[in-house]
Nanobody
C-alpha cells in the first residue's frame, strides 16, 4: 500500500507562487509514476502533471504548461509541484497520485493510490 500525504497548499494572490509537496511511502515510491490532479467545486478531477518513475519524462496539461513544474526526489520520496503565475482558475484541491503504469499516465483511472488533497486558493 502506497501512502501519500500532500502539503503546501494555501491562499495566494493572482500571479503568486506555491510549492506543493507529496510525501510518499518509501518502500514503493521509486517504482511508481507520480502525478498531480486537481478538483474544483462542481468539476471533475482533472490531470495537471505527471512524472515517470525515474524522472526521465514529464507531461503537463495545456492549462499549466510553462507555469508549473513537477519534480521528484527518489532519495527522499518526495513529489513536488512548483506552481508559478497562479490564476484564479487554478484554485482547487490538489491531489498527488501513484501509478504502476510506464511513462506519464494522464487518466485518473490509471492511478491506484491517492493522497487526501491540499487546498489551493487564488484570489484576484
Amino acid at each position: 500500500q502506497v501512502q501519500l500525504v500532500e502539503s503546501g497548499g494555501g491562499q495566494v494572490q493572482t500571479g503568486g507562487s506555491l510549492n506543493l509537496s507529496c510525501a510518499a511511502d518509501r518502500r514503493t515510491f521509486k517504482g511508481y509514476a507520480m502525478a498531480w490532479f486537481r478538483q474544483a467545486p462542481g468539476n471533475e478531477r482533472e490531470f495537471v502533471a505527471a512524472i515517470s518513475w525515474n524522472a526521465g519524462s514529464t507531461f503537463y496539461s495545456e492549462s499549466v504548461t510553462e507555469r508549473f513544474i513537477i519534480t521528484r526526489d527518489n532519495a527522499n520520496y518526495i513529489l513536488s509541484l512548483q506552481m508559478n503565475n497562479l490564476k484564479p482558475e487554478d484554485a482547487a484541491v490538489y491531489y498527488c497520485a501513484a501509478s504502476r503504469r510506464i511513462g506519464t499516465p494522464t487518466s485518473s483511472d490509471q492511478y491506484s493510490y491517492w493522497g487526501q488533497g491540499t487546498q489551493v486558493t487564488v484570489s484576484s
